[in-house]
């Protein structure tokens, strides 16, 4: 939600205009978003009587019926376009399809769009809601980890287009965000991990108490999904600190640069060299798997010039290897890394501005490496390496279907109900082909194969993005 203020003053030549827009928008922590006695959501609905929601399938096909039960309970007609975004359909065509059941909808200026899911359908829906009539109101309900510890808490939204990821895309803040971390109790570990990778650079760069957190509880919080599967309320209470801190950092530390045009950037450590080395290995990587390499090779480099204490660093490190990240891989090497390099002084405005944690708990950037600095620490690290389980090799570091293309999660079975809450028959699809009722987009007949054929890369041509 913005307001802007301006004036306008005549000049010699012509006109000179001068404005600021106030920025505001709120997160609400609230597990249990569609239990019908949390009015929070629904409240957001009243005004207008329905709401459009966007949504991931794997999500409706857990929570759907809770969730229209939900809005029935709380006479508000729901209608719901379903995605099956994998990172291939972050897509222009994905885009429009969501916009064409904006259309169909018939959405009312100021009227939110309520957005469901990861990272891909928050990113894809919440730049439809940017491009539409040029500005859309959205709220959104993040359900991965990314999505809540990550790409909820910033502004950006975007598509991949022309090879490159996120290149057409804008900074839409959503009017509102409900941070419901139940969601997570459902969301397979290997994605757990991921996201586990971002609280380990926020924390280890920007907050202790989160990191010490982190490194107490690592195995419990990523078997009990933070806490959410299973009962061990000591571990939630940790989860709940740590989540709250973590997204409490990132906004302390990004709102003030919120497009973008400060280059230095504490929650950028691990996104220096990963950009390239993602995407490098015949299968790319995740993203927290390759962030997290970038990470323990930043810490061995910030070890070596001595910014970061020896029993620091070790901390780091056995923590990824304890959690399953990514510490190396044989595709890391120095030729890779001067690549990588190359590529991120672009971006940087011409410096390497490479976070690392110094001390643990504060950062500070680099900018005077040189390559044989690099290289020397880059053989320094791959001999630690073996020291530590799987030689610093990640579990499930690869990207899969899920990722790349779209999985429906095995647990759970296809939605046979229609998706009008209030009991009213559903609108013709707008889907062609679509059977029942509910609206899907995402799947093209190329990531149709792609999750059919459980190949399990995507990806190999677009070019990742800091
Ligand atoms: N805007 C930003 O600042 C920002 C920041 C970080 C990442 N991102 C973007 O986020 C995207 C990645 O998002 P993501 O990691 O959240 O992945 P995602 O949205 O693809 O979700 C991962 C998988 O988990 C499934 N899933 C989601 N929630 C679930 C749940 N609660 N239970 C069971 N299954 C669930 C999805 O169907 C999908 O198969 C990338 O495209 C990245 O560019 C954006
Ligand atoms: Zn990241």
Not at 181 to 193: D, K, W
Request: with cysteine; glycine share 8%; charged share 25%.
């Amino acid at each position: 939600m913005s307001d802007l203020k301006a004036t306008v003053i005549e000049t010699t030549s012509g006109f000179h205009v001068e404005g600021y827009e106030k920025i505001e928008y709120d997160f609400t922590f609230l597990d249990g978003v569609f239990e019908t006695q949390n009015r929070q959501l629904a409240q957001l609905y009243e005004r207008w009587g329905r709401c459009l929601a966007i949504m991931d399938k794997n999500i409706f096909d857990i929570y759907g019926s809770k969730m229209q039960e939900y809005f029935k309970y709380h006479n508000v007609e729901l209608k719901i376009h379903q995605t099956m975004i994998g990172e291939k359909a972050k897509s222009l065509e994905t885009f429009t399809q969501i916009v064409d059941s904006m259309t169909d909808f018939g959405i009312i200026r100021k009227e939110p769009v309520l957005v469901v899911g990861g990272g891909l359908v928050t990113d894809v829906a919440g730049f439809a809601c940017a491009a539409y009539r040029r500005n859309t109101n959205y709220i959104r309900i993040p359900t991965t980890v990314i999505g809540l510890i990550d790409a909820s808490v910033s502004i950006k939204v975007a598509v991949n287009y022309g090879n490159y990821k996120n290149r057409l895309g804008a900074y839409h803040a959503p009017m509102h965000t409900i941070l419901d971390f139940g969601f997570l109790r459902t969301l397979p570990e290997a994605q757990v991990r991921n996201g586990f990778a971002e609280l380990i650079k926020i924390s280890s760069c920007a907050h202790l108490p989160t990191f010490n957190l982190l490194d107490k509880y690592c195995e419990q919080l990523i078997s009990t999904k933070f806490g959410r599967a299973g009962d061990n309320a000591e571990v939630k209470q940790a989860a709940d600190e740590i989540n709250r801190n973590g997204i409490f950092e990132m906004l302390k530390l990004e709102t003030p640069n919120l497009h973008e045009i400060g280059l230095d950037r504490v929650i950028a450590y691990g996104h220096t060299w990963s950009p390239l080395h993602e995407l490098t290995p015949p299968t790319p990587l995740r993203h927290g798997h390759a962030i997290s390499i970038d990470m323990a090779y930043s810490a061995t480099l910030a070890n070596i010039r001595g910014l970061l204490s020896d029993e620091e660093h070790r901390r780091i490190l056995k923590l990824f290897s304890r959690c399953g990240l990514s510490m190396d891989h044989e595709l890391f090497n120095e030729d890779i890394l001067a690549k990588a390099t190359a590529a991120i002084l672009k971006t940087r405005d011409g410096l390497l501005r490479a976070a690392v944690p110094s001390p643990l708990g504060s950062c500070k950037f680099l900018n005077d490496v040189t390559d044989e600095e690099m290289a020397a620490a880059l053989r320094r690290h791959k001999a630690l390496m073996q020291e530590y389980p799987r030689n610093g090799a990640g579990i499930e570091a690869y990207v899969d279907a899920s990722d790349t293309g779209y999985t429906v999660n095995a647990a759970v079975e296809e939605p046979t109900k229609e998706v009008e809450a209030n009991g009213q028959k559903p609108t013709e699809p707008v889907v062609a082909g679509a059977k029942d009722g509910v609206l899907r987009t995402g799947l093209t007949s190329e990531l149709k194969d792609l999750a059919a054929n459980g190949h399990s890369n995507g990806l190999p041509t677009v070019q990742a993005q800091t």
